[in-house]
């Protein structure tokens, strides 16, 4: 090249297109994923069946007891369409009932996804797939928490 003219006679390069998201699926027929919350880290197995949520060998319902909870859980399969489709195991463990229940969804969509990638744009704009990594911030020395200081006394 000598000069800038001789720039519109070099090829285009390649156009970046979108990546092909292509299907996860083991010999049992189940796709895998892990999901994370805070401390807690879920493994989630996505198989087409009856609907039943099983998480670490209880259901879902006794398991997380709570409303709002077992509704966070499901926010993804409703999201797409597909309840009563597809069975959903999962083995979850640290951190408390709201992170855990946080990281089961994380990991259900991202299992979704892989067994169905025609659901990815659906759930990547709900923001199911985005990993919420606020975790706790460490405590500091000098400090009462992570923050706050000791009362202050002048006298």
Known sequence: ??????LKDLAPASEASAPVHVRKVDTLGRSYATGKRKNAVARVWVKPGSGKIIINGRD????????????????PIVAVARTGQFDIIATVAG????GQAGAVRH????????FEPGLRAVLKKGGFLTRDSRVVERKKYGKAKARRSFQFSKR
């Open 95 to 98: 951190g408390g009932l709201s």
């Open 1 to 6: 090249m000598a000069d800038l003219s001789s």
């Open 107 to 114: 990991g259900l969509s991202k299992a979704l996804t892989y």
């Open 60 to 75: 879902f319902t006794t398991y997380f007891a709570r409303p709002v909870l077992q509704m966070i859980l499901q926010q």
